[in-house]
C-alpha cells in the first residue's frame, strides 16, 4: 500500500499562512507585546476534566521522570508575569489527545496573549480587533450574549436553575445519547454544542459572557447581578458558527488555584480518568504574586481556516494528524 506522503496544505496555503502569522507578529509588536516562547514539555498537565493530556518519559537530570505536553502555553507564560515580563504573546505548539476532526487536531497552534491591567472588556475588543486583522475584512458588529440568555432563548430554559433529570432528558432527546447518569456541566456542554454554538457568529462576532461558576476554569468568578449568582469571570468568541478563543480575567490567587486542581483531580477519579499531575510551578509563581489582568486563548488554525475559506484546520496546517 503506497504511503501518503503529501502535506495536508498546499504549498500556496502555507505562503498565505506564513503572511497572517507575520501580520499578527506586526500586531502585537505595534501594541507593545512581547512575543516569547516556552517549552512544550512540563512538570504538570492540565487537570481540567475536558481536557486528555499527553505524556512521556524523560531522562532529566532528576532521572527518569514523566513530563506533560502542553495543552496551552498557559502555565509558562504565567510564570513569566509572575517573574515582570510585562504583556506577553506567543504562538506555540499544543497538544490535546483524541481531538481530530474538521475543526480539531491532536497537535496544533494556540495563540495566546496575557495583558496585566487589562479588564476583560478590553480584550474582548482587542480580541476582535485581532481577528479582524487576520481576516482582512470587517466580520460584522461585536455582540456581547449572556450564557442563560442563550439557553433561554434557544431552549427554552434557565440552564442555572433547571432541574438536572430534566436537563440530563432533554440532552439525551437532543444529542441521542444516553445522558442519564451525566453532570449538569456535561448537559449543558452538549446542548451548547448541538444547538446553541452553530447559530452563533453568523451576523457579527458574538462574545459570550457569564457562564456558569462550575465553569470557571483558571479564571475569576462574579455575581450575576440579575439574582447574584455565582459566574466565571471568562469570555468565548464566536464567528460563523466556529468557537474561536476563550479569554479569563486570571485567577492570581494560589490558595484558590490549589483547591480548584485538587478538585478537578477528584473528579477525575470519580468519572473513571487518569489524574494529571499538578503543576507546583505554576502555583509557586502565584504564590510570588502574579499582577492581575486579563489573558485569552485562541485558536490560530481555526482563523486561518476562516480567512483562507478552508474547509479543516488540516488544510492550514503542513501535516495535519493522519499524515504527520
Known amino acids: 500500500m503506497a504511503i501518503d506522503w503529501r502535506p495536508t496544505a498546499s504549498i500556496e496555503t502555507l505562503r498565505e499562512r506564513a503572511r497572517l502569522l507575520d501580520e499578527v507578529r506586526a500586531f502585537f509588536a505595534a501594541r507593545g507585546v512581547l512575543e516569547v516562547e ?12 475536558q481536557l486528555a493530556s499527553l505524556s512521556l518519559e524523560a531522562t532529566t537530570p532528576a532521572g527518569r521522570e514523566r513530563l506533560w505536553l502542553q495543552t496551552s502555553p498557559e502555565f509558562h507564560m504565567k510564570r513569566l508575569l509572575a517573574a515582570g515580563s510585562g504583556p506577553i504573546f506567543q504562538l506555540a505548539r499544543s497538544f490535546r489527545d483524541g481531538e481530530v476532526g474538521r475543526r480539531h487536531n491532536i497537535e496544533f497552534t494556540m495563540l495566546e496573549w496575557y495583558r496585566p491591567g487589562f479588564s476583560l472588556d478590553e480584550l474582548i475588543e482587542e480580541t476582535v480587533a485581532l481577528i479582524r486583522t487576520v481576516l482582512g475584512r470587517d466580520p460584522g458588529p461585536l455582540r456581547r450574549r449572556r450564557y442563560r440568555e442563550l439557553f433561554r432563548e434557544g431552549l427554552g430554559f ?6 438536572l433529570d430534566a436537563l440530563r432528558q432533554l440532552a439525551g432527546e437532543r444529542g ?19 444547538v446553541i454554538e452553530p447559530e ?7 462574545v459570550v459572557v457569564d457562564y456558569p461558576a462550575s465553569q470557571v476554569a483558571l479564571a475569576r468568578r462574579h455575581r450575576d447581578p440579575e439574582d447574584g449568582e455565582w459566574v466565571a469571570s471568562r469570555f468565548e468568541v464566536y464567528l460563523a458558527g466556529l468557537e474561536l478563543a476563550n479569554g ?7 490558595d484558590e488555584q490549589r483547591a480548584r486542581f485538587a478538585e478537578d483531580n477528584a473528579a477525575r477519579r470519580q468519572l473513571g480518568l ?15 504574586g502574579m499582577p492581575a489582568g486579563s489573558g485569552v486563548a485562541l485558536g490560530i488554525d481555526r482563523l486561518l481556516q476562516l480567512a483562507l475559506g478552508r474547509a479543516s484546520v488540516a488544510e492550514t496546517m503542513a501535516f495535519a494528524t493522519p499524515n504527520c
Open 38 to 49: 516556552t517549552p512544550v514539555l512540563g512538570h504538570g498537565g492540565s487537570t481540567d476534566v
Open 158 to 163: 434557565d440552564p442555572f436553575s433547571i432541574e
Open 176 to 194: 441521542g445519547l444516553d445522558m442519564r447518569d451525566a453532570g449538569r456541566d456535561g448537559c449543558l456542554d452538549l446542548l451548547m454544542s448541538l
Open 200 to 206: 452563533l457568529g453568523h451576523e457579527g462576532v458574538d
Open 248 to 254: 479569563y480575567d486570571e485567577l492570581i490567587d494560589a
Open 274 to 288: 487518569p489524574e494529571v499531575e499538578v503543576d507546583r510551578r505554576l502555583l509557586a509563581a502565584l504564590e510570588h
